[in-house]
């Protein structure tokens, strides 16, 4: 028999600041991440971009960054990947 990995589902809400920023607070097995997502109409606006004080540290490389790694991760996988990010 094949063992196949189920997928867990991410339940998360999602907050609008501007048009071109939102906040994705996760919640159940993921609570505590907090994703910020900035979209940018060209890569000059993208380098000239600022980020704001609030905002926490680029995790575009981490599982972190999209639903469907995250959806991957263990428990105690997950935990490890966040804690690389908190101070």
Known sequence: LLSRRQRQMCIRDRYLDDSRISIKEYLGKYKGLFRVEVTFNSTEEENAYIKERWMGEEITTSP????????????????????KYLN
């Open 64 to 83: 972190l960054a999209f639903d469907i790694y995250l959806s991957k991760l263990s428990d105690n996988e997950f935990k490890k990947e966040l804690n």
